[in-house]
């Protein structure tokens, strides 16, 4: 059920691939920028409608568009934590993206979904922690849905990649 590659997000074939975002939903830079210029200019515009609605996304949190010129039917968007020192709330926020994320995929009928590394780019979040939280989120929210039939964490990096393949 659960499957780590390394490679491009914006490559894979999945029901909802998610994107690392800002609380702007604006694109920027790592997999953000890179899931924006792949996905195309309409899936920019949806974020626009989203921000005029909502006002943004909040850290912890997703919303969905289409998945433009993507390999996926859809894009969630979640806001990952901006590492200070652990003592933040950050681990509660980054297990909340994938909580969150997977919540939303449910609720769009998805079987797959392709998760980045959140919050280990610029935002400097401990790539070891993150990716023990990521892993055991994903792992406690399958053991109670099982419609989710596939995770795949995509690992841009070689250290990501060997992190968790290790936890895995």
Do not use: W
């Given at each position: 059920?659960i499957?780590v590659?390394?490679?491009d997000?914006?490559?894979?074939?999945?029901?909802?691939i998610v994107?690392?975002a800002?609380n702007?939903?604006l694109?920027?830079?790592?997999?953000?920028?890179a899931?924006h210029?792949?996905a195309?200019k309409?899936?920019?515009?949806?974020?626009?409608h989203?921000r005029?609605?909502?006002?943004g996304?909040?850290?912890?949190?997703?919303?969905?568009?289409?998945?433009g010129?993507?390999?996926?039917?859809?894009?969630?968007?979640t806001?990952?934590?901006?590492?200070?020192?652990g003592h933040?709330?950050?681990?509660?926020?980054?297990a909340?993206c994938y909580?969150?994320?997977?919540?939303?995929?449910?609720?769009y009928?998805?079987?797959?979904?392709?998760?980045?590394?959140?919050?280990?780019g610029?935002?400097?979040?401990?790539k070891q922690?993150?990716?023990s939280?990521?892993?055991?989120?994903?792992r406690?929210?399958?053991?109670?849905?099982?419609?989710?039939k596939?995770?795949?964490?995509?690992?841009?990096?070689?250290?990501?990649?060997?992190?968790?393949?290790?936890?895995?």
């Amino acid at each position: 059920m659960i499957e780590v590659i390394k490679g491009d997000i914006t490559k894979v074939s999945a029901d909802i691939i998610v994107n690392a975002a800002n609380n702007t939903l604006l694109g920027g830079g790592g997999v953000d920028g890179a899931i924006h210029r792949a996905a195309g200019k309409a899936i920019l515009e949806q974020c626009l409608h989203i921000r005029h609605g909502q006002g943004g996304c909040k850290t912890g949190e997703a919303v969905i568009t289409t998945a433009g010129h993507l390999n996926a039917r859809y894009i969630i968007h979640t806001v990952g934590p901006l590492y200070q020192d652990g003592h933040h709330r950050e681990a509660a926020l980054l297990a909340a993206c994938y909580k969150n994320s997977l919540m939303l995929a449910l609720r769009y009928a998805a079987h797959s979904i392709a998760f980045p590394n959140i919050s280990t780019g610029i935002y400097g979040y401990p790539k070891q922690q993150a990716a023990s939280i990521a892993i055991a989120t994903v792992r406690a929210f399958l053991g109670e849905y099982t419609q989710i039939k596939k995770v795949l964490f995509v690992c841009y990096d070689q250290e990501n990649f060997t992190l968790y393949s290790n936890l895995l």
